[in-house]
T-cell receptor, first 121, second 119 residues
């Protein structure tokens, strides 16, 4: 158990609909990353939030958005769903930077949640 | 942009044998991290091993070890005394952390190697 939780585990919906995926990071982790895993595209980075602020975007569609709340949980919103959005969506969290011997460290390792399996019919 | 290449889509070995999974990457960054993640049939992503680019010493975790060749941009995973529970997809991943100034992008993954351990 990584300590990262995701809900729901499975989601089945229709084209054109909107869904929200939820992620709770490990206790104390400020960073949340979202990834999409599909047969066509493999594992792709979508977006990164750090302490409530968006830090980087990857291959995220304009129909998708995310946010991180003050309690550090994050939500990924997928709208106008298409068949091709069917995939496994992971979130991952990583520790906050710490300084050891003058060097920041601890932000590199990401711990993954169990994923949400989205099926668009 | 970084790229990660895993050239072996599938490998199959007998239980207790040693197997090596290959990974090469391309980057212009000097400070980065490399990872191997395991994804069993449950689909959970499990961290296997981590390597810091500025460390010359190869990382080891029990039966898992890496051969990190920075100049060749190669990062292979060796699994010793393989077990049935090692059957999974294995992903090589590259990461540039925030503090290095390289941005806060997520992991860049290879396409994976499906490892099958035969009884």
């Amino acid at each position: 158990d990584s300590g990262v939780t995701q809900t729901p585990k499975h989601l089945i919906t229709a084209t054109g609909q909107r869904v929200t995926l939820r992620c709770s990071p490990r206790s104390g982790d400020l960073s949340v990353y979202w990834y999409q895993q599909s047969l066509d595209q493999g594992l792709q980075f979508l977006i990164h939030y750090y302490n409530g602020e968006e830090r980087a975007k990857g291959n995220i569609l304009e129909r998708f958005s995310a946010q991180q709340f003050p309690d550090l949980h994050s939500e990924l919103n997928l709208s106008s769903l298409e068949l091709g959005d069917s995939a496994l969506y992971f979130c991952a969290s990583s520790p906050s930077p710490i300084r050891v011997a003058g060097r920041s460290t601890g932000t590199d390792t990401q711990y993954f949640g169990p994923g949400t399996r989205l099926t668009v019919l | 942009a970084q790229t990660v290449t895993q050239s072996q889509p599938e490998m199959s070995v007998q239980e207790a044998e040693t197997v090596t999974l290959s990974c090469t990457y391309d980057t212009s960054e000097s400070n980065y991290y490399l990872f191997w993640y395991k994804q069993p049939p449950s689909r959970q992503m499990i961290l296997v091993i981590r390597q810091e680019a500025y460390k010359q010493q190869n990382a080891t975790e029990n039966r898992f070890s890496v051969n990190f060749q920075k100049a060749a941009k190669s990062f292979s995973l060796k699994i010793s005394d393989s077990q049935l529970g090692d059957t999974a997809m294995y992903f090589c991943a590259f990461f540039t952390p925030m503090y290095s100034g390289g941005g806060a992008d997520g992991l860049t993954f290879g396409k994976g190697t499906h490892l099958i351990i035969q009884p």
